[in-house]
């Protein structure tokens, strides 16, 4: 079982930028889980955000994203982290953070077995 708890949402304007966390519960083989950031806005299907292999060689962002937020993982501390930048409204949602154990080089888009319970980011124009 894993646990994963969320932080770092708020509410932010058009152009701004934020940082979420997300703590993994203390497992010595972190680095073995897939790791990904997920959102669900009012009223849409939760979507894919972006998602880093296990050792943080390989990264994958949706095409939304790409270019503006940022994953990055620290294993000795079992953190992921999504470093959002050039902040916009349609940003807006319940980000959650997920972890699978697709081993040390994957990444993917589904599959996630264990999620966080999400902290909310509201972007203002």
């Known amino acids: 079982q894993v646990q994963l708890i969320e932080s770092g949402g708020g509410l932010v304007h058009t152009g701004d930028s934020l940082r979420l966390s997300c703590a993994a519960s203390?497992?010595?083989?972190?680095?073995?889980?897939?790791m990904g950031w997920f959102r669900q806005a009012p009223g849409k299907e939760r979507e894919f955000v972006a998602a880093i292999s296990g050792t943080g060689g390989k990264a994958d962002y949706a095409d939304s994203v790409e270019g503006r937020f940022t994953i990055s993982r620290d294993n000795a501390n079992n953190t992921v982290y999504l470093q959002m930048n050039s902040l916009k409204p349609e940003d807006s949602a319940v980000y959650y953070c997920?972890?699978?154990?697709?081993?040390?080089?994957?990444?993917?888009?589904?599959?996630?077995?264990?999620w966080g319970q999400g902290t909310q980011v509201t972007v203002s124009s």
């Open positions: 997920a972890a699978d154990q697709k081993g040390a080089v994957a990444v993917s888009r589904v599959g996630y077995h264990y």
């Open positions: 203390g497992r010595r083989t972190f680095y073995t889980y897939t």
